[in-house]
């Protein structure tokens, strides 16, 4: 008897590209900003990236997730949920540049958010953040700002935001 089908058997491996932070836990949007804005900064493309974490907190690798055009870039849950359910992450934080420097949130970003928000939940992978970086020292935080629903396990980014970057209570 003569196989006539063959079923193909493939590996899927993350590859590290050399690292861009320290191990210093991501407490607060402006520790996200830190670690990844000055890079983010440098291009003159949207990449929308996407920062896997350790449950304290500590990152565990960034992840392009796609590089786009002048002023969009085409965001998949597939895309950007792969890096983190193989690299074991606890949460992720969504980050994205506006070449024009300019970080107000679009209302792409705003549904874009709300959906990887969703699909986060389904995964038990919750979106902690999701941060516009602008130019100079600017950035937008959906999670500073209200735009960002968070459910499940409380962390130190939840409870950073619940206090405001001044450390006062919401």
Do not use: W
């Amino acid at each position: 008897m003569e196989k006539e089908h063959k079923l193909k058997v493939v590996s899927i491996r993350l590859v590290d590209d050399p690292p861009l932070f320290s191990k210093k836990p991501l407490l607060t949007s402006a520790d996200a900003v830190e670690v990844i804005g000055e890079e983010l900064q440098k291009y003159d493309r949207e990449l929308f990236c996407i920062l896997n974490l350790r449950t304290n907190g500590q990152v565990i690798n960034m992840n392009i997730v796609s590089t786009g055009t002048l002023n969009a870039a085409l965001v998949h849950p597939r895309e950007v949920f792969k890096s983190a359910i193989l690299s074991n992450a606890s949460d992720i934080i969504l980050i994205h540049n506006h070449p024009s420097g300019n970080c107000a949130p679009s209302s792409l970003d705003v549904q874009i958010t709300e959906n990887l928000r969703k699909c986060g939940e389904l995964l038990g992978i919750p979106v902690k953040d999701h941060i516009i970086i602008g130019s100079g020292k600017a950035y937008y935080s959906f999670l500073e700002n209200g735009l960002l629903k968070q459910t499940g396990k409380s962390t130190g980014m939840n409870i950073a935001a619940e206090k405001g970057m001044n450390g006062q209570t919401r």
